[in-house]
C-alpha cells in the first residue's frame, strides 16, 4: 500500500514506493559516508537519510528512479526525515503514475473520446482527413492523453492537455453560432491541433520539465512540424488552408512577447487565441486557488503570475438567510 509522503508521522515505520528527487552524498562528523536524498510523489517530499552501507547502496539507484524505500520516520533539526535502513530501484512497470504526479480527475479515456467525435463534426474533407491522421498515430495518441498542458501555468498535470483541449474546442462549439463570416471547420481544426507540439514539448515521466526539444524550439515550431508533417502525407490538401491553419499554431498566444511569431491576422486566428487564453487563466485560478487561499480566509495568497490576490465569495449555498433575525434582539427592541 502507498504512502504518500504528506501523510508520513513522526516514529512511524515507512516501506513504501517514491521517486528520488535529489541525491548526494556527504561525510559526518565522524567521517562516516552517508546519502542524503529528497524523495517524492504527487503529495510533496520527505527528505531521506542513509547512514548504514552508504556507498553500496548508492550504486543501486540514481536520481530520477523509483524506489521502494524502508525506514523509521524521525525530527532530525526541526525537519522530518526518514531514516532509510533499506532502498531497491523499482522498475517503472510496478508504479502508478497517478500516485506520483497531479492527474486530471476526468475520465481520460472518455475525454479523448469526447473529442474525437466533436473532430467528426468538420466537415471540410482536407481537415477531417489530417485529424484522422493524428487520431491513427498510436504514439501520438499515447502522449496527448498523459501530456500536461503546462509545467505549472495551467493543467499542469497528467491528462492536462487533453483536459484543456477538449475544454477549448467545446468554447469553441458554443460562441461560433454568435458570430458571422467563421470558417468553422477550421477554427475547430485549429482548436484541437493548437498545442499538440507540447507532447513533445513537455517533459512527464519523472517530473514536469521541459525537453531538451521542448527547450530548443518550443511547442508552437514543434506543432507546425507535426502538422507538416501529416499535411505531406495528403497530397492533395490545398495549400492556402495549410496557411491558414499554420497561422492559427503559430498565433495563439496572441502577442509576440507571449511566444507567438505572429499575431492573429484572421477573425479564426483572434477567437482561438482569446478563447485558448481564457480558459488557461480560469483554469490556472481555479487551481491556484485549491491550495492557496489561507484558512478563514476569503482572499489568496499572492499571485505571481497575475500580481494580485483573488478574493472567494461565499457561495450562495453557504450563506445565511437575510430574515435569520436574532429572536432575543427583536423582543428587546419591541
Keep these: ?6 501523510e508520513i508521522k513522526e516514529n512511524e515505520n515507512v516501506d513504501s514506493f517514491f521517486l528520488v528527487r535529489e541525491k548526494s552524498s556527504g561525510i559526518t562528523k565522524t567521517g562516516s559516508p552517508y546519502l542524503k536524498l529528497k524523495l517524492g510523489d504527487r503529495s510533496g517530499a520527505i527528505e531521506g537519510r ?19 524505500a524502508k525506514g523509521k520516520a524521525v525530527f532530525f533539526q526541526d525537519r522530518l526525515q526518514l531514516n532509510i535502513a533499506h532502498i531497491d530501484k523499482v522498475e517503472e512497470e510496478r508504479i502508478i503514475l497517478s500516485d506520483f504526479f ?31 491522421l493524428f487520431w491513427s498515430d498510436e504514439t501520438f495518441l499515447e502522449g496527448f492523453k498523459k501530456a500536461p498542458a503546462s509545467k505549472q501555468l495551467h493543467h499542469a498535470f497528467l491528462g492536462g492537455l487533453l483536459e484543456h483541449t477538449l475544454s477549448l474546442t467545446q468554447l469553441v462549439q458554443k460562441n461560433v453560432s ?32 521541459y525537453s531538451d526539444e521542448g527547450r530548443l524550439l518550443g ?32 498565433s495563439h498566444h496572441g502577442q509576440y512577447d507571449y511566444g507567438s511569431p505572429k499575431k492573429p491576422m484572421t477573425l479564426e486566428a483572434v477567437m482561438l487565441h482569446h ?8 483554469n490556472g485560478i481555479q ?25 472567494t465569495p461565499v457561495l450562495e449555498d453557504q450563506m445565511e438567510p437575510a430574515n435569520n433575525t436574532n429572536k432575543n434582539e427583536t423582543e428587546e427592541e419591541k
Design 1 to 6: 500500500m502507498k504512502t504518500y509522503a504528506s
Design 50 to 68: 542513509i547512514w548504514t552501507s552508504a556507498e553500496t547502496l548508492a550504486e543501486s539507484f540514481q536520481r530520477d528512479d523509483f524506489v521502494r
Design 102 to 132: 497531479p492527474t486530471t480527475g476526468k475520465d481520460i479515456d472518455g475525454m479523448c473520446e469526447s473529442l474525437i467525435q466533436i473532430s467528426q463534426e468538420v466537415k471540410n474533407p482536407h481537415l477531417g482527413k489530417l485529424l484522422n
Design 178 to 209: 454568435h458570430y458571422n463570416g467563421l470558417n468553422v471547420d477550421l477554427l475547430m481544426t485549429g482548436a484541437i491541433l493548437h498545442d499538440l507540439g507540447k507532447v513533445y514539448e513537455l517533459s512527464y515521466q519523472r517530473s514536469f520539465d
Design 219 to 250: 511547442h508552437i515550431l514543434i506543432g507546425i512540424e507535426k502538422v507538416e508533417e501529416k499535411i505531406r502525407q495528403l497530397p492533395d490538401f490545398p495549400k492556402d488552408l495549410s496557411v491558414l491553419l499554420k497561422h492559427l499554431l503559430l
Design 275 to 282: 478563447l485558448d487564453d481564457m480558459d488557461a487563466k480560469v
Design 287 to 311: 487551481e491556484f486557488l485549491k491550495t492557496k487561499v489561507p484558512e478563514g480566509s476569503r482572499w489568496s495568497a499572492y499571485h505571481p503570475l497575475f500580481e494580485q490576490s483573488f478574493y
